[in-house]
Structure formats: structure tokens, C-alpha cells
């Protein structure tokens, strides 16, 4: 389908390349801005769950994916201390059948490379800021610190947290501190696997902090999300430095498992940041700007979710878009009545893992653990963290729950 339809997309992350590329092929114009000065991601591995997955096979980096990706064998809970399993749930042999898709774990920076690919290299525009949004008519016109502007049917922000177009259309206010800080380091695998790391995704659970691994790039490296609660102000930054000391001294006491790897780290790719937070909004939308990814609706990574429902709203958006065609209201709608429900259960779900996966009191801990038994005893497939609606929900079929009228969709 091809419509006469502009839209002007601001941040070129992993979100806005998705709705690009899902623009571009339903014929719609796109244009991109960001503010460095090429297509690139941060070095931290993401993983793409099987909800996720469904939707870049539908955007066409199937292959891709699967070229760039580690299949992990389960998601398993271990105790941080005797490295004891709490619950083990496969993902590798059951995720397709289960939910239609499989599970993977892959480096930030080669997930968007395959988005980017085919997008037209005219339509994108590197080294320029965005320093509002404006309403003109029944168009919206994004502007930039050189001086240029752009206008467009629709402008969407894609960029981040600390989103200027959410704060030009909506108001300025603050991300809240979450309390929480989180490392994040990537270690070369010679030979594949480590001894003492697992082929899973590990969640290492421990008083006041848990520690995710991963293996990323076909099993070539090992990825390492470290959160740990910190009474201080830690800056949002993923390339603040960090060193492997304060890493190992922040977890001190911890498996032998966790000090190996953690003492395979290159000291000049250790980073750290802090974790902020926002509620969910009650509207993305007005006039003709709209939001998308972590400026609509910003969430720890404690369901590994940031990424995967950016990609999942550049699809529902462009599928709005085109479904709808001229009636951007119509398509505006329909897109936040399929997205904010769902958005907002992840992003308060999120909230509650950050408590549960940081129990500190030894009975707390003993509880939690004895109810991870009992799910598994019940269904052994059941995903340990509780997160199979997540991974149920299919965005590729978002239009047969549009209809002609937008109707809610269920989380």
C-alpha cells in the first residue's frame, strides 16, 4: 500500500529504525533525524523475546536474526551466593510452540544494523539536534538546533527517556530515580561455552541486587546486566566508565561463578548508570505528534522488555497508519488503544521484579523460592519470571483487532 502520507521520525535508535523500515514497506514516506553522526547502538547485549521476534520476522530480519543471534537453552533462577537453582524454564526446544517464536539474545549494535538495512540513505539525517515540536494546521513541524525544520503529517518521538518532542508536547517533568544503578560489560568467548557460564539466560538473585548473563553474537561473547540498589545519585549514562574493582567489590561474596566472570571484563568496557523511572502517561498523542518506545513509556529492564516494545509499537503504529490511511486521528487512536494497556502492565510489572528479584531477608528469600518451586512442579514450562503474557502477545495481527473502529485491544 502506498499513501502520500510524510511522517518525520526524531531518534534513531532501535525504535525509530523499526518504524522506519515498517513505514517503508507499506509505501509510507519516513524520515529519520538523529543526533549522531551515523547509525550505531551502544555495546550491551538486549534480548529479543519471543513476542519481539514475531515482529522483526514480519519487518523481514528473520534471517538476520537468527544469523546474528544466541539461542539460549532456558531461563534459569540461581541463588547468588551457591549458585543452586531456583527454577529452570525452557525456552530453546518450547518458545516456538508456545508462543510462535524463538527466544533470542543478541548485541544491541548488530539488532540495529539488520533494522537499518535497505532503509533509503536520503531519508536520513545524522548530526542534528531536535530542540522542539510545533502544531501547524493539520500538520506538525519538528525543529533543530541548526536552524532547519521539518514538517510532516505526523512527527514522532523516538527519542528516549528524556524525550524533547514528549516534553514539547506535553510538558517538561523529570524521570524519577529508581534507587537502582546497573553495570553492563561484555566478555570475548575464545571457547564456547564458558565453564562457568551456562548456555541459559541466568538471573542471579541476591539481597539487594541480581545479575543477568547472557551469551550474545552466536555465543562469541558473554553479556552482563548488573543491578544493584544504591542510596546515591548514579547519572543516566550508558557510557559512564566504570572498573572492574568497583564491579567485583559491588558484589563481594558472591558465587565463585560471578567473581570468574566478572575478572574477564575489560577494564575500558565497563559502564554504568542509573535506572530512572516515569508512570504510565495517559495519552501519547495530540494533534498530529505522537510517541513511541522509551519516550511514551520508559521501563526498568527487570522483563527485558525496553527494546522489544519499541519494536512492537513501530509496528502497530505503521500498521495504524496504513490501515486507517487518511484518518490520522482514527490510526492515533487505534495505535494507543492497542499499545497503553499493555505498555503500561510491562512498565508496572517491571517495577514489581526489581522488589521480588532483590529480597533481602532470608525468609522473604525462602518464600520467594519455595513459590518458583511450586510454579515449576505445575507446569514446568512456565516461565520463571512470570512472563508468558508478555511473550503471547502477537503485534503482527494488530490489524484484525482494529476493524474499521478502534476497539482496546487486551493486554
Not at 210 to 236: D, L, M, Q, R
Not at 321 to 327: C, E, I, P, R, S
Not at 391 to 403: K, Q, W
Request: aromatic share 10%; glycine share 8%; charged share 25%.
Amino acid at each position: 500500500m502506498t499513501t502520500s502520507m510524510r511522517v518525520g521520525i526524531v531518534g534513531a535508535g532501535i525504535g525509530g529504525v523499526a518504524l522506519a523500515r515498517a513505514l517503508h514497506q507499506r509505501g509510507i514516506e519516513a524520515h529519520l533525524f538523529e543526533r549522531a553522526a551515523a547509525f550505531g547502538e551502544i555495546g550491551a547485549g538486549v534480548q529479543m523475546t519471543p513476542n519481539a521476534a514475531k515482529v522483526l520476522k514480519a519487518l523481514g530480519v528473520g534471517e538476520g536474526l537468527a544469523r546474528i543471534g544466541f539461542l539460549p537453552n532456558a531461563m534459569v533462577g540461581r541463588n547468588w551466593e551457591d549458585a543452586r537453582e531456583l527454577f529452570r524454564t525452557p525456552l530453546r526446544e518450547v518458545c516456538p510452540r508456545l508462543f510462535g517464536a524463538d527466544f533470542w539474545h543478541v548485541h544491541r549494535a548488530d539488532l540495529h544494523a539488520i533494522l537499518c538495512e535497505g532503509l533509503p540513505a536520503d531519508r536520513v539525517r545524522f548530526n542534528v539536534s531536535c530542540t522542539g515540536v510545533t502544531q501547524r494546521g493539520e500538520r506538525a513541524v519538528a525543529h533543530f538546533s541548526d536552524g532547519s525544520e521539518f514538517e510532516a503529517d505526523l512527527i514522532v518521538g523516538a527519542d528516549g527517556i528524556h524525550s524533547v518532542v514528549r516534553d514539547a508536547t506535553w510538558g517538561q517533568s523529570d524521570a524519577r530515580f529508581t534507587g537502582h544503578m546497573c553495570w553492563r560489560a561484555l566478555v570475548p568467548v575464545e571457547q564456547h561455552p564458558l565453564p562457568f557460564v551456562s548456555p541459559d539466560a541466568s538471573f542471579w538473585m541476591g539481597p539487594k541486587a541480581h545479575i543477568v548473563t547472557y551469551y550474545v553474537k552466536g555465543g562469541a561473547a558473554v553479556n552482563i546486566v548488573a543491578v544493584n540498589e544504591s542510596p546515591t545519585w548514579v547519572a543516566e549514562s550508558w557510557t559512564e566508565p566504570s572498573t572492574r574493582e568497583e564491579l567485583l567489590s559491588a558484589y563481594e561474596g558472591w558465587h565463585e561463578n560471578i567473581v570468574k566472570l566478572f575478572e574477564r571484563t575489560d577494564k575500558q568496557q565497563i559502564f554504568k548508570w542509573g535506572l530512572f523511572d516515569r508512570d504510565p502517561m495517559d495519552r501519547w498523542s495530540k494533534g498530529r505528534v505522537t510517541l513511541l518506545g522509551d519516550a511514551a513509556h520508559p521501563m526498568l529492564p527487570f522483563l527485558s522488555q525496553g527494546a522489544a516494545m519499541a519494536i512492537e509499537d513501530a509496528y502497530v503504529l505503521a500498521t495504524a497508519l496504513a490501515h486507517f490511511g487518511a484518518d490520522t486521528d482514527a490510526a492515533l487512536d487505534a495505535y494507543e488503544a492497542e499499545r497503553r494497556p499493555r505498555t503500561a502492565r510491562v512498565q508496572l510489572e517491571a517495577r514489581e521484579r526489581g522488589r521480588t528479584y532483590h529480597l533481602a531477608s532470608p525468609e522473604e528469600q525462602k518464600q520467594r523460592d519455595l513459590a518458583f518451586q511450586q510454579a515449576q512442579a505445575q507446569n514446568p514450562n512456565a516461565v520463571g519470571i512470570k512472563a508468558e503474557w508478555v511473550y503471547e502477545y502477537d503485534a503482527t495481527r494488530c490489524a484484525e483487532r482494529f476493524g474499521t473502529t478502534p476497539t482496546p485491544a487486551l493486554a
